[in-house]
């Protein structure tokens, strides 16, 4: 996914938001979403964290604490 329209200060801002949350601090910044990326946060594509290697959002969260993967490029961190 392009997410080149989110400065690193937007995802900083955005570290933690709900979806909700998200779309009204991008509309608040000026910044405008694509289709694909509504469709991303409005499918729990959003959790609050994004990767630090390709900048998708498709971010699963291991329950038993093992921290992130991405999805898309397969970059797991804590
Ligand atoms: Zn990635």
């Not at 989110?6 to 949350?21: C, H, M, R, S, Y």
């Not at 969260?61 to 490029?73: I, K, L």
Request: net charge negative.
């Amino acid at each position: 996914m392009d997410n080149s329209n989110f400065t690193p200060e937007f995802l900083e801002k955005a570290k933690g938001k709900t979806a909700e949350e998200l779309i009204a601090l991008a509309q608040g910044e000026g910044i405008e979403l694509s289709d694909e990326q509504l469709k991303a946060i409005a499918g729990g594509g959003w959790n609050g964290h994004h990767c630090d290697r390709c900048g998708s959002w498709d971010v699963s969260f291991f329950v038993h604490g093992e921290g992130y993967r991405c999805n898309e490029c397969g970059y797991s961190w804590q």
